[in-house]
């Protein structure tokens, strides 16, 4: 308990508190002595990227047959596998190539991707605990299976609030609803203004995804305008009565938010302002890109417009079977979409300050079970980073010649999240809240900031 | 809990150097040895390990010091650093080949050096060092009990005061006299409608109906205010508002939610359990009781049983493959609900270690743990994908008239079963008939096969799998009633002491735990644990209501008042420990805590007692004098204002549109579930609408309803003694835009209008009554009509009669929407 008989603390509720900070729409300076929780807040120390990208790819891709080339694999194609001795290894029915200065191997599932090679740093040492789907997509999402913690986004929200309040500072696009569900973008125990804003659900076109209640159906907006401007009439009327009351201020202004939501959601998830170039290289309006494309267009506009942290996710990467149709098909989805998304963002200046991350919850095994299915590996796998703060065109840790286990560099979730959170300016052992009488954080007692990928 | 290492150590533990108990390291070192040690050895532990491993560190890691002799061989938490000539057998080995832990931890030593270790330790690890020995840190119980949860409840006469005539009860007295000693005063009563409004949400979570509010209002008896409190406390509304509270603190759900969200198609049992025990107000003592150990109170039946579904509702890790994980982290989840929520102690902090703040052993955590290990928890999710741990229910007693009807079902679908297994017998066979005749054809190209007989053969498959998937069908709904007399809850199990785990994995056994209780709290009751042959959860939850037990009391009383007033007494209600916060007026918590215990633990006495101080029914006035002094009301100069909860918010529209049933519902619809919820099942069951009260509505992790998530509704996967208060823009929208709320205007508009006999201001009077819970005032009464007829005119929807009913609406949703509505004074 303590008292504070502070001059500030009165000032603090006699100002217009919170609602001032929000009016003001876009701000980029921290605010201090706001009340809002989501006004911008300094890092630890000076970041390279302002917000984050999550490309999540939800099933476990295979990385022997994407970003992770093993041609000793190719070589011994049909041999048993040295760690399951009843099955076959088989080497990727796709061959790589070498893109840009950096020469970085890439799996001809991914031409687009590819000409972004010199940008992309390919994380080839992932190791994770489980391999199983729930466990290792919770454990990619909130560091932790064996108990309910929250998300990697909501703590970069917490940690740096959000620039545009008009919009959450955390969305997720078409999430997974299984696997933990939304308790891979819930906030825990951190307060629920924390947690991520579902769009959508995987699998479903995002052409008809609805943000919550964010259309009246009934009244024009200027009916809607004067039904607020009564209410709020109400509301500061009581203000007035109560003299002083933050949370009277906070309700006042929420309205406001709401009312300029309503219009600033739906236009930045209207893409038909788009140019038709723009469409075209997302791959908006082809069957097989479209959502996707849609996704990752959104996400640069959510981007802009100043979301902290923003996820996509894309499934099923699950190749029991069917490796090379579905793969295949998984690929053509996602490829030049995100290649779209690299390219747009640093056409705009973005990609510098923004950090993408591409990746799954495990990786897929060297050999097959059936004959044209690989299962889940999660000794070693891979995932890429770009942008804000990155290094560009080199690949960090490795596994094995086959690509069973991760040998050199190893890397697990703790790790990408402390590096993830590193770009932001973060330092992971600070940032922490008091829950339960002690302070958690996202990486619990573990983490290594990898230097190596970082520019 | 997690592993914890890096946090400051709390005050509470000091290190003390122990000698080693027995002497090690007297071997003779040769020359050769020695110069191997001092070279190779010595270098790497002082430039690399002693930062964090010696007496000299800030804060020794992992309890491990590898600065002397005893410390290196004793090891730390994780066990033995180096065994000599066990290169396999030591952890340090692990730890630096980065196998388990992965030291040093900012880069592995190099290969030359690790061989270097390892030739050590395979020379026998010679080592000339001596030292002060290993060092330990011991808690020390008698300091530690000088934490002011840890003592007695004190009994302490209500304090005298300047102004006597202001205290209404004792419980004034201890606040005046505070706020006195600062120089403050507090504000004014609160009017009698604001009280009438206040008291309705307090007690039973709905406002007063207009009739309601009207005869309170004219009702001036002398203690007009006393019989209000006395019948909402006998109101059966009461136990579904203080039921929710209660199930808030005890992660109350039905579904697992985790990786694997498994329906508890049972789980509603206990929610009625809980209402109907805040309803017949059970003595709070004896609810404690029957909700760790109600299968083993004298005379225990159905309602008992359903009490400890407290224990099984839990979320569980379904799929983990390791039994023993499996039940650790059940019995983890147990340990902290119970301690947690009776007692505001982090037990389950010190799983791993022991606790870094409060008095808390690990091995007192397993002696605990060993009680619940002696349990078996039924929770009743099916083996099957994804839920590696399956369980039963407990039965219930079945009612006479429904006994034969459940006998004659049980049997029918014995008989159904059999008729399947059958059925799939001869599926079988012809399949292996059908692959012959195929393998002949490939065997012996000669062969012609009869189309007739293929032909024949394929549609007796055909009819024998139809038949088999009928049958499975009916199986199935006569299975759907097969859950109509069980519960989720617990039994005893085998009854035995925890292993102690390091580091609370289960690969990392050291020793063994007797069953038994916190020696911070310590009771004779141990031993009486120690010579029953059962599991001790009865022991368990006598020694947590006994009288000495400091905390139970203080903790429950903390709760009620935290629900009342806003703000805990103790505000961390969760947490007394050295972590959380220090009584506001301990005094009084005490004063509070006894008079509970003496009479009788009774929740309604208490809250009756509370409510009818005048401290309860100060106004929530501002005062620019208390303020700058004391800005967050720790001394009450005021009463808080509150936002409505949730539920709170949902009822009261769905009451004021008439809408809201206050049956009790039946059931829950998640009972009609099984399995994974959303997978064979729809999910729309969660989201379907329902005219009974919030707390009727399913609780399915991870799928929590829309209003009631909004408005920061208990995490249901852990335990919320306090929910927290945000106001953000995604519940103005909600206001504004959403379903549930346009629908419930509309019919607040139609009822308005319903009501021939009155004119408009007298609507609108009605409707300021339904919402508000009170009269409008004149200029608001003319406000309103300008709004109304201006909305009707500018909507002209051509029909008369419907701009009118969206005139209306509109203006129901501007009273929904205000915060005066949100907020109780």
């Excluded at chain 1, 609805?210 to 009246?216: A, C, D, H, T, V």
């Excluded at chain 2, 809980?274 to 225990?300: H, K, S, W």
Aim: proline share 4%.
């Amino acid at each position: 308990m303590t008292f504070e008989f502070s001059r500030r603390n009165v000032l603090k509720t006699l100002s217009c508190g919170f609602g001032y900070m929000a009016l003001a729409g876009l701000t980029t300076e921290a605010a201090e002595d706001s009340q809002n929780p989501l006004t911008p807040k300094a890092p630890h120390f000076p970041a390279t990227a302002k917000r984050v990208i999550f490309l999540c790819m939800r099933g476990g891709p295979s990385h022997v047959d994407t970003f992770d080339y093993k041609p000793q694999l190719l070589k011994d194609s049909g041999k048993k596998a040295p760690n399951q001795k009843s099955r076959k290894l088989m080497g990727s029915p796709w061959s790589f190539q070498q893109y840009g200065e950096s020469g970085l191997p890439i799996s001809d599932l991914f031409p687009h991707l590819g000409k972004h090679a010199d940008d992309l740093c390919l994380i080839n040492g992932m190791a994770g605990e489980v391999p199983n789907h729930p466990q290792a997509y919770l454990k990619l999402h909130t560091g932790s299976f064996r108990f309910v913690r929250p998300s990697v986004g909501s703590w970069a929200l917490y940690g740096l609030g959000t620039e545009n309040q008009d919009l959450p500072g955390f969305i997720t696009l078409n999430p997974e609803t299984r696997v933990g569900g939304a308790q891979n973008y819930g906030s825990s125990f951190l307060p629920a203004y924390y947690q991520g804003t579902a769009i959508g659900q995987i699998n479903q076109s995002l052409a008809n995804a609805r943000f919550g209640n964010i259309k009246n159906a009934r009244f024009s907006e200027s009916l809607q305008r004067q039904q607020l401007d009564l209410l709020q009439e109400m509301n500061q009327e009581l203000l007035k009565k109560k003299e002083v009351s933050s949370e009277l201020e906070g309700v006042i202004e929420s309205y406001e938010l709401a009312f300029r939501m309503q219009n600033a959601v739906p236009t930045l998830m209207d893409v038909s302002n788009e140019s038709k170039e723009t469409l075209e290289m997302y791959g908006i309006g082809v069957r097989e890109t479209d959502n996707f494309g849609r996704q990752c267009l959104l996400a640069r506009r959510f981007a802009e417009s100043g979301v902290r942290f923003i996820e996509l996710c894309h499934g099923n990467w699950d190749q029991h079977g069917n490796l090379k149709g579905k793969l295949e098909s998984n690929c053509r989805a996602t490829d030049r979409p995100i290649a779209a998304l690299l390219s747009d963002l640093k056409q705009r200046g973005m990609l510098k300050d923004t950090l993408v991350v591409w990746g799954g919850e495990f990786g897929r095994t060297p050999h097959v079970k059936r004959k044209d299915g690989r299962d889940h590996n999660a000794t070693g796998f891979s995932t890429w980073m770009a942008g804000g703060g990155v290094q560009g065109g080199q690949r960090v840790g490795a596994t094995d010649e086959y690509g069973i286990a991760a040998v050199e560099n190893k890397m697990n979730f703790h790790d990408l999240h402390a590096t993830m959170l590193h770009t932001l300016g973060l330092d992971h052992t600070k940032l922490t809240y008091r829950y339960a009488g002690r302070d958690f954080r996202l990486t619990d007692v573990y983490g290594r900031v990898v230097k190596e990928i970082l520019a | 809990m997690s592993r914890l290492l890096f946090f400051q150590f709390g005050l509470l533990l000091s290190a003390v150097l122990l000698n080693p108990c027995q002497l090690i390291g007297q071997e003779e070192i040769t020359a050769d040895h020695l110069a191997f040690f001092e070279k190779k050895i010595r270098p790497v532990l002082v430039s690399h390990c002693y930062q964090c491993h010696s007496k000299n560190s800030k804060s020794l890691k992992g309890g491990l010091a590898l600065d002397t002799l005893e410390g290196i061989r004793e090891g730390g938490d994780s066990g033995h650093a180096v065994v000599p000539g066990d290169v396999e057998g030591s952890v340090l080995m692990e730890a630096i080949r980065y196998e388990s832990m992965e030291m040093p931890p900012k880069q592995k030593l190099s290969q030359a050096v690790i061989n270097d270790f390892q030739k050590w330790i395979e020379m026998g690890a010679p080592d000339p060092r001596k030292g002060a020995g290993l060092i330990k840190r011991e808690i020390d119980f008698h300091d530690a009990k000088k934490h002011w949860s840890f003592q007695a409840i004190q009994r302490t006469e209500p304090p005298s005061v300047e102004n006597e005539a202001w205290p209404k009860n004792s419980v004034d007295q201890f606040i005046l006299a505070k706020l006195e000693s600062k120089g403050l005063r507090p504000v004014s009563d609160a009017s009698r409608q604001v009280l009438i409004r206040r008291l309705y949400y307090d007690l039973i979570g709905l406002p007063p109906s207009s009739e309601q509010l009207q005869a309170a209002m004219e009702d001036d008896s002398p203690d007009a205010v006393e019989n209000l409190v006395d019948r909402l406390l006998d109101s059966p509304q009461f136990g579904e508002r203080w039921g929710r509270h209660w199930l808030d603190v005890v992660r109350y759900a039905e579904s697992n939610g985790r990786e694997r969200n498994i329906v508890y198609p049972t789980a509603w049992r206990y929610r009625d359990y809980v209402i109907d025990a805040f309803n017949n107000d059970t003595p709070f003592n004896r609810f404690i009781q029957e909700q760790l150990a109600g299968d083993l109170l004298p005379g225990a039946g159905d309602n008992e049983a359903i009490a400890t579904g407290f224990l099984a509702i839990g979320p569980k890790l379904l799929n983990e493959g390791n039994r023993e994980a499996f039940v650790m982290d059940l019995v983890d989840d147990q340990i902290d609900v119970t301690t947690r929520a009776f007692m505001g102690l982090t037990v389950s902090c010190a799983r791993c270690h022991d606790h870094k703040f409060d008095p808390i052993p690990t091995a007192e955590y397993y002696s605990m743990a060993g009680i619940f290990r002696s349990t078996r928890t039924l929770y009743g999710t099916k083996k099957q994908q994804g839920n590696r741990q399956g369980s039963s229910l407990v039965a219930l007693e079945i009612p006479e008239a429904k006994k034969s009807a459940a006998a004659k079902q049980k049997k029918q679908s014995e008989l159904l079963k059999d008729e399947l297994r059958a059925v799939q017998k001869s599926i079988v066979k012809l399949q292996a008939k059908t692959r012959e005749l195929a393998n002949r054809k490939t065997n012996d190209k000669q062969y012609k096969p009869d189309a007739k007989q293929s032909a024949a053969l394929r549609k007796s498959l055909s009819n024998a799998r139809k038949k088999s998937s009928g049958l499975q069908k009916q199986i199935k709904n006569l299975g759907e009633n097969d859950i109509e007399f069980m519960a989720m809850g617990v039994q005893e199990g085998k009854v035995a002491d925890s292993p102690i785990y390091v580091r609370g994995e289960v690969t990392g056994r050291k020793g063994t735990a007797s069953r038994g209780f916190l020696t911070i709290l310590e009771s004779d009751l141990e031993q009486r644990l120690i010579e029953n042959a059962q599991s001790g959860r009865k022991e368990l939850a006598d020694w947590i209501i006994a009288r000495e037990n400091p905390m139970t009391a203080r903790v429950a009383v903390n709760r009620v008042w935290h629900h009342l007033f806003g703000n805990g007494i103790v505000r961390t209600v969760d947490n007394f420990g050295a972590t959380g916060e220090s009584p506001t007026h301990p005094e009084l918590l005490d004063f509070l805590a006894i008079g509970f215990q003496e009479q009788g633990w009774s929740i309604k006495r208490l809250i009756r007692r509370l409510v009818l101080s005048r401290t309860y029914q100060l106004a929530a006035d501002y005062s620019q004098v208390n303020y700058e002094i004391d800005p967050d009301n720790f001394l009450l100069w005021r009463h808080k204002s509150q936002r409505l909860d949730a539920e709170a918010l949902r009822d009261a529209m769905l009451l004021a549109s008439g809408d809201l049933d206050l049956s009790p519902a039946q059931g829950s619809p998640v009972s009609k579930l099984r399995g994974e919820f959303g997978r064979g099942n729809s999910t729309a069951v969660a989201k379907a609408a329902s005219q009974h009260r919030s707390i009727y509505l399913p609780i399915v992790r991870n799928a929590v309803p829309d209003v009631l998530k909004l408005f920061d509704f208990a995490e249901p996967s852990i335990l919320v003694g306090e929910r927290p208060v945000t106001t953000v823009p995604t519940q103005a929208l909600y206001f504004l835009n959403s379903e549930l709320v346009t629908s419930q205007c509309d019919r607040l508009a139609r009822r308005l209008l319903a009501k021939t006999s009155m004119d408009d201001a007298e609507r609108i009077n009605f409707a300021y009554q339904s919402v508000l819970s009170r009269a409008a005032t004149d200029s608001e009464v003319k406000r309103a009509r300008k709004y109304i007829d201006k909305l009707a005119d500018d909507l002209s929807v051509g029909d008369e009669d419907r701009s009118q009913l969206m005139a209306w609406s509109g203006f129901c949703q501007i009273l929904f929407g205000s915060a005066e509505f949100r907020y109780v004074d």
